[in-house]
């Protein structure tokens, strides 16, 4: 029984109710040029951790530690005015080129070839993106040329002879980067986006058949072309392509109950973008199934300083920019948002959390100096870590709630994956009030569990407590003490702005 003064949430788990396949794709991140993500982010030689290749070996223990599956590489805005020739050979004859998006002036000392490596050493997948700002088609074909074809052409050649013996086998590939976009180099309006799009992808599938495309989507649900961008491009790249992109970032405007509603604005949008998404596929009378790459998502204090990039004469290399230090509430939201991709595998078939280090990061690192982790790291990294098997849709009967702006939310966001070769469900649960503790009273029963594995919350009594290089640790996910399970009975208390994850043994 819950605490009688707590408002109730009720679920019902049941292995039959399945709503696809965990997506190791869902544990995604980004590695953009921008700021310090890459230049004393994961590339620092000088450092004292650096391998021999000049990667940190703290940052990759890190990765590692977090469960990122695949890494979108190298933009972002970044991509849009990036030649990747300039990127690959011998490091002292590599061009310091302006970055304009963000101001900023690259040395080009990692490219294709070095982001392959570390890519191997972190035991990730490589999602490479192709600018289709700047340049087009040839340039799209040249890069996979050079990253993919064994060997006895031009580029492929080149590609061995600076060291790259064999090929990279880059399977997924975003068609440009946010091309709806006002800031966006190269900026194009639809019609013009989708025609570059779909004879990219028509070229890049004559060299290997076999890729995972991504046309762009919208760059926020808050565009005004939105729905329309997606109609305009998936009708001429519907066949060509397998996903299209989904971009949503939510900011702490000093309303916590609205900060916490994010995980219900996400779930709209993704149904949203399903609706524009389905609406092609019957108007052209598809049998295929064009399905959504999350491909940038996170919390972002967009109108804060830190986001302020460099102006006038100014064009540093690897400046601080878009350095925010999350909240335990902001780890809270970022739980919620991967609950919530997970509650849409079925449609949500690759996501990644923008971005990895430095910038907008889980991790963070001080050039020459310590790597620590943001409160975000924890629900992403026990998600990643935990979740297997399938994803199983919850029946849900939870107390609504209302913030400034976004109304009738449920105060309950969960999901339960069921793993049975490893006889083990697991639930992850936030609460969303940012006021009230949240009984939560699962039928467990079809699960037929046998025991509790491990019961762990993140919360504190400062939603706002954030970590910091001196002090990362005294706010971790802790055991939730009151959970019971009994017989087919699964309670728990949930405090206010909390995310939590119960790991059930089930019997044979
Ligand atoms: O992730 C930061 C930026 O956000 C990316 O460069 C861009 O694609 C988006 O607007």
Known sequence: MGNQENPTAKITIDPAFVVGPVRRKTFGAFVEHLGRC????????????????????????????????????????????????????????????LDLAWHSSDPNLVGVDEFAKWSEKAGVEPMMAVNLGTRGTQEALDLLEYSNIKGGTALSEQ???????????????????????????GHKKAGEYARVAAETARAMRMVNPDLELVACGSSAPTMPTFGEWERVVLNETYELVDLISAHQYFEDFGDLQEHLSAGHRMEAFIKDLVSHIDHVKSAIKSQKQVNISFDEWNVWHMSRDESKAPTG??????????????????????????????????????????????VIAPIMTEPGGRAWKQTTFHPFALTSQHAAGTVLNLAVESPRLDSEKTSGFTALSAVATYDAEANEAVVFAVNRSATDALTLDGAVGSLNPARVIEAVTYTNKDPYWQATADDSTSVLPSENVSVKLDGGRLTTELPAVSWSMIRLALNS
């Open 38 to 97: 890459v230049y004393t982010g994961i590339f620092e030689p000088e450092h004292p951790k650096a391998d021999e290749d000049g990667f940190r070996t703290d940052v990759l223990e890190l990765t590692k530690e977090l469960g990122v599956s695949t890494v979108r590489y190298p933009g972002g805005n970044f991509v849009s005015g990036y030649r990747w020739e300039d990127g690959v050979g011998p490091k002292g004859d590599r061009p310091t080129r």
């Open 159 to 185: 590609r061995k002879a600076n060291g790259a013996v064999e090929p990279h086998n880059i399977k997924m590939w975003c068609l440009g980067n946010e091309m709806d976009g006002f800031w966006q180099i």
């Open 313 to 358: 004469d100014d064009w540093p290399v690897a400046p601080v920019l878009l350095e925010d230090r999350y909240t335990v509430a902001d780890a809270v939201v970022v739980g919620d948002l991967l609950i919530t991709l997970l509650r849409n595998t079925d449609r949500v078939h690759s996501a990644s959390l923008a971005q990895l280090v430095n």
